[in-house]
């Protein structure tokens, strides 16, 4: 039935910001364009919203991530970033060096919840972290490289 992922959807407040976040994380865009409120009524549902929107890909992914700034914004939910929270909660990515990344990413000011930690279960190094508009992040590093 489903061949593939295909994307990741993230909506966000300011499409400039969030575009150099995920350029950090080594994202880079492959396609843009403005979304008139006409198509997005039709795919959406909401009258009158426009939009900008970023497609970007990693090299070690197949699934793009899309980020879409709706004009005119949402106000953001104050617990969006609380892992109890239903719904979609975090993205993760797995990174080779989990102490070299989390410093490169504290040097763009990057708020971390916690220090790195230890999974006892498989030894798997995680460490959540939150991006544009209080998104809850992970970066996760395996024993042996692999999941």
Request: with cysteine; proline share 5%.
């Amino acid at each position: 039935m489903i061949s593939c992922m295909d994307h990741l959807n993230i909506v966000v407040t300011d499409l400039e910001r969030s575009l150099t976040f995920f350029e950090i994380l080594g994202f880079r865009s492959v396609m843009t364009s403005d979304l008139d409120a006409t198509f997005l009524e039709k795919v959406t549902g909401l009258a009158g919203r426009k939009g900008r929107f970023v497609a970007m890909e990693h090299e070690g992914s197949a699934m793009r991530l899309e980020l879409l700034q709706y004009t005119p914004p949402e106000e953001i939910p104050r617990n969006i970033s609380l892992a109890t929270q239903p719904g979609f909660r975090h993205l993760a990515f797995q990174v080779e060096d989990m102490e070299g990344c989390v410093k490169a990413l504290k040097a763009h000011h990057v708020s971390f919840l916690s220090p790195v930690q230890t999974w006892e279960k498989t030894g798997k190094k995680l460490v959540y972290f939150l991006g544009p508009d209080g998104i809850l992040m992970e970066l996760c590093q395996y024993p042996d490289g692999k999941r």
